[in-house]
């Protein structure tokens, strides 16, 4: 089984880090793959000159958490399988 679900659990810790770190810049979203997710979390931030980025640094680090509570079957299911793109 480990072997199955490793194929996206190593960007778990990374996204989960970033997400807590750079939240409002949307890296974390970036990592996982959600392209269109983290333009729209970079821009909001960008486009507000930073007031926007507290709404959408609380989103990455709620969402920063949730990765890393989440086993390594968990993560890959919902995030790299399931393609979740928001919490």
Do not use: P, R
């Amino acid at each position: 089984m480990t072997g199955s679900s490793s194929a996206g659990a190593d960007k778990k810790i990374a996204a989960g880090i970033c997400g807590i770190l750079l939240g409002s810049l949307g890296v974390h979203k970036f990592i996982l793959g959600y392209t269109q997710e983290g333009v729209i979390m970079l821009l909001i931030t960008l486009l507000t000159c930073g007031f926007g980025g507290a709404i959408t640094g609380i989103i990455g680090l709620a969402e920063g958490i949730i990765y890393l509570t989440k086993t390594d079957e968990e993560f890959v299911s919902t995030y790299i399988n399931g393609k979740k793109g928001w919490f």
